[in-house]
């Protein structure tokens, strides 16, 4: 047990998260290796014993890793494959044309929102961010007037739909109603899409300066060539719900077959996210590649050399995770937990509330959510709360809330799109801000109608 109890802790987490924001937006010293000082500094000065503060940082890196690499690499891949082949152009090209070009953030907004339904956040940010550079080329816009739309869009249906993981496991926690949880979430996350992304948007980007290089868009850029030469849209967007129809299945798989038979562990196994990815990936060097006309060693330099702007994403989402497992073991989130506590809240604030400062102290939205609805559920229950839906909503909306260099999102965001911290913080954190304040202001809304 940490030496350091109480208030205490949560000073010196205060403490090591304005260190990181300083020595990496003012100092510009290396993000990995501010995370990985910042988060041994912040175990010592707690108390952790010395010879368990890099075991536990290790686990924390490889937890996350786990995931994550696996996701931006096959992401990444698919992708390239995008790029090279003409699809995504293909499909920037058919949005641009429905919606018009002034009306291509909002374009983007929508295929986030309904792309992202069976998605985790990162698996929809890797297979959707070479449409949105690919849209910003054809209207002549900063990257930022397409991707943050898009993110918007992911992020509202990661912490507030079913069937997300965090968003079904609140619902079972509330006893609340899966299909009245989706009525009212698509009531409160379409609007909250919305404001925080395109009109948010508008606001924003043509304040932000961004380089002229970006290493990772120019992998996702096909070079200029003819309409004639692309890929049909029909198979672009085949390719690219391939995974996502894959993790549907995933998902019902009990319902499709026996639990526990050879064709629903089948099912579950090609609905995993990483396998379903590889899936698509390796279905797309057919689809993008071979049947374009392109041969085995062209489709092998498109995914190797992908691969390698991707290196300071994974080491930085992987110090993220670092920095959460530090913050766990140092007792941090269970000191947020407790201040929660004090407070004396209506059920709807509360979960807002707890799931808010989990997400600040650990950095995952999962977490947050997953944590809050665990601790505000029983309050919720004896008090007899009426509406446990809105409960989910409140909670989700909360586990949103002031994403940071703790969180592996923050990072994809500033490298994908070429950002400093401080734009992260001003672009990405804001965003995030302003949807876990409009879905709880919403979610209010419909508790007062209802």
Known sequence: MPATAGSHLLIHALIAIIALVLLIARYRLNP???ITLVSMGLALSAGMPPQEIMT???AGVGRTLGHIALVVALGTMLGKMMAESGGAERIAQTLIARFGERNAHWAMAAIAFLCGLPLFFEVGFVLLVPIAFTVARQVGVSILMTGLPMVAGLSVVHGLVPPHPAAML?????SAQVGRTVLYAILVG?????IAGPLFTRLVAPRIQLPA???IGEQLLRSEGSSASLPSFGITLGTILLPVALMLLGGWADALSTRGSGLNQVLSFIGNSVVALLIATLFSFWSLGLARGFNRDAILKFSTECLAPTAAITLLVGAGGGLNRILMETGITTEIVALSSRFE???LLLGWLVAALM???TGSATVAMTTAAGIVAPIALAGGYPHPELLVLSTGAGSLILSHVNDGGFWLIKEYFNLSVLQTLQTWTVLETLISLVALLLTGGLALIL
Not at 190 to 194: C, D, E, G, H, R
């Open 32 to 34: 990995f290796i501010v």
């Open 56 to 58: 536990a940082y290790e």
């Open 170 to 174: 609140a619902v079972g926690e509330y």
């Open 190 to 194: 379409v609007p909250t899409a919305a």
């Open 213 to 215: 290089h970006n290493p």
């Open 345 to 347: 809240l209506s059920p």
């Open 359 to 361: 997400r600040i102290a």
